[in-house]
């Protein structure tokens, strides 16, 4: 059973910088694609950006281009998720997925989605 293990969320001011990991202890990343997704108070889960197998990306939110970034470290096992200029509307809890596909970005519907890490919360305030 795969499993995977979000960290890095915090309280950040406007405009500062997290990094997100998302790590797997039972099966390598290696290869896979991973989404990013998050859910802010109130709001439903949305789709943030997808890494494929090949390491292209795919961003299903306007708002954060430019701003998140998503990279892979083979050696370490783990998923980055560089967010800078944050803004208080980024505020919620963080998700990496494994979509059921293990290669392809499958879109941003959450259901398409097979392996779930348990979050972690971002908090933009000042």
């Known amino acids: 059973q795969l499993q995977l293990v979000e960290s890095g969320g915090g309280l950040v001011q406007p405009g500062g910088s997290l990094t997100l990991s998302c790590a797997s202890s039972?099966?390598?990343?290696?290869?896979?694609?991973i989404a990013w997704f998050r859910q802010g108070p109130g709001k439903e889960r949305a789709a943030v950006i997808c890494f494929n197998s090949v390491g292209t990306s795919s961003y299903y939110l306007d708002s954060v281009k430019g701003r998140f970034t998503i990279s892979r470290d083979n050696i370490n096992n783990t998923v980055y998720l560089q967010m800078n200029n944050l803004k208080p509307e980024d505020t919620a809890i963080y998700y990496c997925a494994i979509p059921r596909d293990p290669y392809y970005c499958s879109g941003p519907e959450g259901d398409r989605y097979l392996f779930w890490g348990q979050g972690t919360q971002v908090t933009v305030s000042s």
């Open positions: 039972l099966s390598p990343l290696n290869y896979r694609a």
